[in-house]
């Protein structure tokens, strides 16, 4: 994930939710990154969040530049306290199972690359709040510019 925007609403009125014109207007708007560059995402290391095991990637910046981006689109004003750490989460800890000695028992894994991922679009999905680990809904499809092979 690179930047939520908000719950979709019809009738939008907390700061954490947005109206479904708007959220196309956000899409359309980012239709824009198709000037970005497709980029390759290394995966590896097994690392821990209090509330999650992911992966470590390696980027060279890119989603770091794409979740900036859709910042400004947005028009998102608010910080958060969390700074932006791209990632691949795996699994989530919950109050049956917390995250205890996890940390640890990862630590033979912390230097293991798991793979390669070509990147060369940008999807904005919505996802039923209702449901617990629901399918994420496919809203706009921004495809990404591919590097000249010269």
Known sequence: ???????????????DEISPDRLREIADSAAELGG????????????????????DIDD?????????????LAA?????????VPHLTIAH?????????VPALLAPWRDRSFGVVAVDQVE?????VDQTYPAL????VIPLRERDAR
Do not use: H
Request: include cysteine.
């Open 93 to 101: 800890f919950s109050d049956t199972a917390p995250i205890g000695g």
């Open 36 to 55: 970005e560059w497709a980029f390759t995402l290394k995966a590896g290391g097994v690392n821990a969040f209090q509330d999650a095991i992911f992966l």
């Open 1 to 15: 994930m690179l930047q939520e925007f908000g719950f979709v609403s019809e009738s939008p009125m907390g700061r």
């Open 124 to 128: 904005v999905v919505t996802i039923p």
């Open 76 to 84: 998102i004003r608010t910080e958060s306290p969390f700074p932006f």
């Open 137 to 140: 809904e496919p809203f706009a």
């Open 60 to 72: 060279r910046g890119a989603c770091f530049r794409l979740y900036s981006r859709l910042r400004q």
